[in-house]
Nanobody, 121 residues
């Protein structure tokens, strides 16, 4: 079984910063693309940023230049540094990882439980 645990969310004022972490644990043969997604009340979940095992990155247009995704492959951990936060960034942030649990198994997606980010004065 694979478990993803997010941390680092909270309440921050507009213009402030937060750093989210997502730690993967369990039976992991290969950890492929990882990503951060978010969902605000009444909206669909959207991709915020993704990072491949080779550290190629992709960002939602509205967060480019403000958010930075990274990963430490030695720790099976992914990060999201969020700067210049805006009220519209408020949402539950989820991490997702494509995981192969054994060489003979296919890649499957796993999700974390989510962490709340609230940007408000």
């Amino acid at each position: 079984q694979v478990r993803l645990v997010e941390s680092g969310g909270g309440l921050v004022q507009p213009g402030g910063s937060l750093r989210l972490s997502c730690a993967a644990s369990g039976t992991i043969f290969r950890l492929n693309t990882m990503g951060w997604y978010r969902q605000a009340p009444g909206t669909e979940r959207e991709m915020v940023a993704t990072i491949s095992s080779g550290k190629n990155t992709n960002y939602l247009d509205s967060v480019k230049g403000r958010f930075t995704i990274s990963r430490d492959n030695t720790k099976n951990t992914m990060y999201l540094q969020m700067n210049s936060l805006k009220p519209e960034d408020s949402a539950v942030y989820y991490c997702k990882a494509e995981v192969q649990t054994a060489y003979y198994n296919p890649m499957n997606p796993y999700w974390g439980q989510g962490t709340q980010v609230t940007v408000s004065s």
